[in-house]
């Protein structure tokens, strides 16, 4: 048996659901690929809303390290 959870996040990893956004996260020529924003949020040490809720307002990426990146959707 899988938890209501653990069905969601199936769905996502098989592509099941169309709202998730791939996200690739730049900076000092390294990128780094994820498969939604709540899981680059999570690499950046960071709540799983921080960075849509940056892109939003406009703000800077930050990881919880002090690192700068820049944010490319696909």
């Given at each position: 048996?899988?938890?209501r ?25 390294d ?23 940056q ?20």
């Open positions: 048996w899988l938890t959870g653990d069905n969601i996040k199936h769905a996502f990893d098989a592509g099941l659901m169309p709202c998730k956004k791939a996200v690739l996260l730049k900076s000092e020529g990128t780094i690929e994820f498969s939604s924003m709540s899981e680059a949020s999570r690499y950046l040490g960071r709540n799983r809303k921080y960075l849509s809720g892109l939003k307002r406009g703000q800077q990426i930050t990881g919880s390290d002090g690192k700068r990146y820049t944010v490319v959707q696909e």
